[in-house]
């Protein structure tokens, strides 16, 4: 998850929402690493999650990606719980909770869905204040002072 935080770093650099993603194999070794990117690459697809897949699948040359796991420092919305899916990710691993759009518990349940055909195992709040901190600074700083 350290990682990962690093990674949402750059995009708060890049004046995007700062969220990052490592997805990692079972023995350890990461795959793929991504960060948010849809102003930059004026793709409103280009979450961090969305990002790490696609590399991921690239270098393995394997739309599915079994036996893996994605740290992000965020909850995904539903976009990235269906990529997630898609995927066949062993297991999601994220950070801060998304009153706004979480798609995982905050606001939708979607890997509780039942008929799902697959459905990763889940771990939220790891380094949550960290991550949580990232990005209250990030839209503090653009919203201005309350």
């Not at 070794?29 to 969305?50: F, K, M, Q, S, Y």
């Not at 394997?62 to 994605?70: D, K, S, V």
Request: proline share 5%; charged share 15%; hydrophobic share 50%.
């Amino acid at each position: 998850m350290a990682l990962a935080l690093d990674l949402a770093q750059r995009a708060a650099a890049a004046d995007e929402v700062p969220v990052g993603a490592v997805l990692v194999s079972a023995t350890g070794e990461t795959l793929a690493t991504g960060w948010n990117r849809p102003i930059a690459d004026c793709d409103p697809t280009a979450h961090a999650e969305i990002i790490t897949l696609r590399k991921a699948a690239r270098v393995t040359g394997n739309y599915r990606l079994p036996n893996t796991t994605l740290y992000v420092t965020l909850e995904p919305c539903v976009m990235c719980v269906g990529a997630i899916i898609q995927a066949r990710v062993a297991q999601l691993i994220y950070g801060a909770s998304d009153p706004g759009a979480g798609a995982v518990h905050s606001v939708f349940g979607n890997l509780a869905d039942t008929r799902l055909n697959h459905v990763p195992m889940v771990q939220g709040g790891i380094m949550a204040a960290e991550c949580a901190a990232l990005l209250k600074a990030f839209f503090s700083a653009r919203r201005g002072p309350a």
